[in-house]
């Protein structure tokens, strides 16, 4: 049984990503937000329920879809926001944006924006885990089309030759970009393939976080015990286009509405109420703290300064030499 | 001094290191039990154990991945690609992953990662075992390089770069493995970013790296014969690069010969002279010369290869166009 306090905080955690997505929609049609822009809306369930299962110093590493797992890991909602705005008070002083989120304060080692390419830098940075003797274990979220992948077979291969502290959380919903997974997977059913590098693979309905939440409990516990790394399959949904520029015609409204259904927010909600773990009241209260910290957040984001036009120059390297480029 | 080969001269910097420092680790093809296709790593298994030379399956983008990781980890890897021609193959990794996240993620990470890799042809290994692509990674913000030409450099320079806290492509040549230098006795380091002049001479400066290094050395024997005197320049380390001794030398000899072992198009000698000109122009007695390889495939018959290449005869014709 979770926490009733657990449950809760997941729920908060879900609607806080919602709305600040949401709100970055907005602003990215406004044009206050550049670049690729790739919203979670719909998938809340997989981050929360995975993330809240771990340890705070548990690494944890993304794909470029990563503004859930940022925010999950309690990420600042307002440098957040500035970073997608370009500000100099960004998480990453403005020069990452949407895709390269990163908090390594909190041991969220940040978004790639090539596809499967965070997958093997999340083996090793289980195998400094393993090699320091510590008992962490690290977390890597990619989507299904990342399995197709070179790099994603050399990393399970890794792991399992290494037996290294690794889950692999595979976020299906079922596109890679516009492509449906049946078109481009060999298996579709993706958890299947963990039997590939003999790992224990897992499918979980990633709509419904005290699921999500449960089963990465147990395996959390496997693997920090020392039994090797585990694939997990979350079959999910994302309700926006690929990006903020796709339009997705790809696939029926219908199915959209379906999964609608299946949303993990008013599910949860749902659940909490009926079985007296907390109160509407309270969950009204969550919201409206939740609408207040998005429009901190958007102001917080638009009364930052600009980058300096000096920072430009830095973070290239640590160590600066006479012949780097210099403002 | 003592002298050594190159190889061991590595082989010396690698286990220094791991003894200083334990969270130096190696990992790459046949390190282990092999001792290093070039015999780089002999030995340090049975020294350091399996946890700190790690043989791995042939998955470069993987090693390279990894070794991004445990940097992020903490720790200081030491991956071999075993050779350039393989750096291709992990080239999102290098480039994508490991030149980029620092940058990307506003300075919060440090990735102390040394990526060791034998280049260059000569040996009659065809046109994908013979690569000279240097240029492809001075080319990309966010990654050193360095490319020692001798023993003492290659000890003293994979010594600093083990002990960077950035990204260091660390590229050998497969022809200078078995060469013999001087290296001095105990601690040797050499810095990154400062040029070395191998030769002094008034007449022209030639700059060249790695094996075109020794050729360029050739050249100047011959030159000195024809009452030339060339300084041969050895930059060392093509990112960070020492512009301020080049330009010292050129001021001296206003005449520039760039020497490289690859492809002359697009390649580090043309931004070199790029550069001398912009800064130069009028001080120049001749144009800049470049010398490289011949744009094709490198072949795998001996006469074709070598005619591919570039020797000391073509830096020796180099200069007398510009001194004669």
Redesign the interface.
Known sequence: MIPAADQVEMYRLMLLIRRLEERVAEMYSEQRIGGFTHLYIGQEAVAVGAITALNHDDPVIDTYRDHGHFLARGGDPRRFMAELFGKATGICRGKGGSMHLADVERYFYGGTGIVGGSIPIAVGLALACQYRGDDRIVVCFFGDGATNQGVWHEALNFAKLWSLPVIFICENNFYGIGTDVRLSSSLSEVHKKASGYGMPGFRVDGMDVLAVRQLCEEVVKTVRGGAGPVLIEAVCYRYQGHSMTDPGRYRARAEEELWRKRDPIPRLAKSLVGDAITTDERLHEIEREIEAATEDAVAFAESSPDPSPESLYEDVHSERHPGDPHA | MREIRYFEALNEALAEEMRRDPDV?LMGEDIGLFGGTFRVTEHLLAEFGA?RVRD??I?E??I????????????R?VPELMTMNFAIVAM??II??AAK??????????LPITLRAAGGGGTQKGAQHSHSIESWFVNS??I?VVIPSTPSDAKGLLKTSIR???VVLFIEHEMLYSTKGAVPDGEHLVP??VADVKRRGSDVTIVAWSKMVHEALRAADALAVEGIEAEVLDPRTL??????ALHESVARTRRCVVAEEGWRTVGVGAEIAARLQERFFYELDAPVQRVGAVDVPTPYAKGLEQAALPHADDIVRAVLKITT
């Open positions: 680790f946890k791995t399956p998955a983008a993987g390279v991945g990894l070794a991004i990781g445990a940097a992020m980890g903490g720790l890897p999102d990794q994508n992953h996240l620092r940058y990307m993620f506003g300075g919060q990470l440090r913000p966010g050193r960077s806290d950035d990154l970013g990112d960070p690069f020492d512009w301020e």
